[in-house]
């Protein structure tokens, strides 16, 4: 009997700790859904603004340097 009372506290302190834990991690992630799409959509952004001058600079050092030479 004792045992039983035990093990079933137990197991109800258990699944309280799992239950509160993943309500947790879901109200995280639904409270960070904005600011992770607004920093995703902002990377896009400057990628586009910056990546040719970035190519370009990048292009000027691999042939200055002889960096990654070509494989044939």
């Known amino acids: 009997m004792v045992s039983a009372l035990v093990l079933g506290s ?22 960070s859904f904005f600011f992770d799409l607004a920093h995703g959509l902002s990377n896009v952004f400057f990628l586009g603004i910056f ?10 050092f691999k042939e200055k340097y002889g960096l990654f030479p070509e494989i044939s």
């Open 51 to 60: 990546a040719p001058s970035w190519i370009q600079t990048i292009r000027r």
């Open 10 to 31: 137990q197991n109800g302190f258990v699944i309280g700790a799992i239950t509160a834990l993943v309500s947790n991690i879901f109200a995280y992630g639904v409270s």
